[in-house]
């Protein structure tokens, strides 16, 4: 059932693991990671593994443990205990980094003492074969993308019924970004796309389908972005070209660099659960309506569990010209982030390149969420 989206089963491990261990791009990705892991001791550890939660404890926790202790500051989570136990719920997520949101969220929850989520994953991301086999077994599944329009119309209705599935019946919490990709300005808002498509399984009317996955909103909030002028320079690309498009090697690069660059602090919100909020809604709305209610209500939560540094203020007030929070940064701070903007915008290298076009929008990127969030709260 769902067999070529769904993560392994316990039964397929080992195989999948020996078709891992005979990739020696595996290897040299691992390397980037942990430059000094002893390889045979590792091989061993891996054949052990016969369920995915041994797998998820010897590779992938350890992993990411690795890349936060080296790349962050700090990273932690709140909110954990307005998760009621043992009730899966279905996280919606902003978007920021390709690999690490999914990975940090699952790793902080563990810590805290709650169970490890299933992720959806992109098939874009799969640039080589072995990346699916891995993100399988580390209890991903799998959104297709780049289909024909029929055929991803009913690609997205087997998603659907698969994330109905694993929330009732075998009752496992998943994942999902709020929108088909990273919101590269960090102006973060659901997508009504991604709310028909949890609809599309479900046995009753759109409020009562989407109230039976229990959303809970997660807000993800990184110090930096070390892949902000990646993304800065996609736009110039973008407004010069509008037919461009990325391709597998971008992604890479932009994986690379999130996994392996300085993060700052990064800090995980758990926002409230909206079952209550959705439930009120007017279920008389026709089907644009109801569907931008509830984003909206989505989006909300998000805005409002953000998490804020002296980046966020300073680039506010940098891109407003006024000094409206420059009480919560000091100039040392304005500075410091004024020499890494610049530094940033000087790693872009473009034909024609709009220095100023580019560092306004790594400023909207840092500043989007604070205008956000003063927009919600202006809501309460």
């Known amino acids: 059932m769902f067999e070529d989206i769904r993560p392994f089963c316990n039964e397929e491990v080992p195989h999948a693991i020996e078709s891992l261990l005979g990739e020696t791009a595996f290897f040299r990705a691992l390397r980037f990671i942990k430059p000094e892991f002893d390889e045979e001791a590792f091989i061993v550890a891996l054949r052990a593994c016969k369920t995915k939660e041994e797998f998820k404890h010897v590779l992938a926790y350890d992993a990411v443990t690795s890349i936060a202790m080296a790349t962050t500051f700090s990273l932690d989570i709140s909110g954990g205990s307005r998760l009621a136990q043992g009730i899966p719920c279905t996280f919606i997520s902003n978007h920021r980094d390709i690999i690490l949101d999914a990975a940090f969220l699952n790793t902080t929850l563990f810590n805290v003492g709650r169970g490890m989520t299933q992720i959806a994953i992109g098939s ?4 080589w074969p072995w990346i699916e086999t891995l993100v399988r077994l580390n209890n991903s599944f799998i959104v297709k993308r780049g289909l024909p329009l029929r055929q991803q119309l009913e690609a997205s209705r087997t998603l659907s019924q698969y994330i109905h599935y694993t929330i009732k019946e075998t009752r496992e919490s998943l994942l999902i ?6 919101c590269k300005d960090s102006n973060d808002h659901t997508q009504g796309s991604i709310l028909k498509m949890l609809n599309m399984a479900g046995e009753g009317n759109i409020l009562d389908n989407l109230l039976a996955l229990n959303i809970v909103p997660i807000a993800l909030s990184y110090e930096i972005d070390p892949c902000d002028y990646l993304k800065a320079r996609e736009y110039q690309q973008k407004r010069d070209n509008p037919a461009y498009e990325k391709n597998p090697h971008d992604d890479l690069l932009n994986m690379e660099t999130g996994i392996l660059s300085y993060k700052g602090r990064v800090h995980i919100t758990i926002g409230h659960p909206i079952n209550d909020v959705i439930a009120s809604v007017d279920r008389g709305m026709d089907k644009v309506e109801l569907y931008a209610a509830i984003a909206k209500v989505i989006d909300r ?35 410091q982030f004024e020499e890494y903007l610049q530094r940033q915008v000087d790693k872009i290298s473009l034909p024609n390149k709009d220095e100023a076009f580019l560092r306004n929008k790594i400023l909207e990127m840092y500043s989007n969420p604070l205008r956000n969030h003063l927009i919600a709260l202006q809501g309460e």
């Open 301 to 335: 939560e998000i805005h409002l569990s953000y998490r804020f540094y002296a980046n966020n203020y300073i680039a506010y007030d940098l891109l407003t010209e006024v000094q409206r929070f420059s009480s919560l940064y000091s100039p040392q701070e304005r500075v």
């Open 124 to 127: 874009n991301l799969f640039v």
């Open 177 to 182: 970004a709020q929108r088909e990709g990273r």
